[in-house]
């Protein structure tokens, strides 16, 4: 089992940032992505960003330029630097690990509001 705990989050103004901190506890030896989900009401649960183990990275177009994820192997952790935030990135927001991430198998953390303000 893989724990994993977020922190970060809350309300911003457009244009501004946020980052997003996610730390993984438990048995971590089959996690090789960790990343980040986002889910706005009514809509479903998307991959915004993800970064494997030799810290290979992949963006949703929608935030491509503007969010920036980055992992840290030896403490457990992977973040989100959310820049240039828009109304449209107002979501809960989940960490996730797993092998290869996929919403029906990854570990998710409990999920962290975002929200921006036009």
């Known amino acids: 089992q893989v724990q994993l705990v977020e922190s970060g989050g809350g309300l911003v103004q457009a244009g501004g940032s946020l980052r997003l901190s996610c730390t993984a506890s438990g048995s971590q030896f089959s996690i090789n992505t960790m990343g980040w989900y986002r889910q706005a009401p009514g809509k479903q649960r998307e991959l915004v960003a993800s970064?494997?183990?030799?810290?290979?990275?992949n963006y949703a177009d929608s935030v491509r330029g503007r969010f920036t994820i980055s992992r840290d192997n030896a403490k457990n952790t992977v973040s989100l630097q959310m820049n240039s935030l828009k109304p449209e990135d107002t979501a809960v927001y989940y960490c996730?690990?797993?092998?290869?991430?996929?919403?029906?198998?990854?570990?998710w953390g409990q999920g962290t509001q975002v929200t921006v303000s036009s």
């Open positions: 996730a690990a797993a092998p290869i991430l996929s919403i029906g198998d990854n570990y």
């Open positions: 970064i494997t183990r030799g810290s290979r990275t």
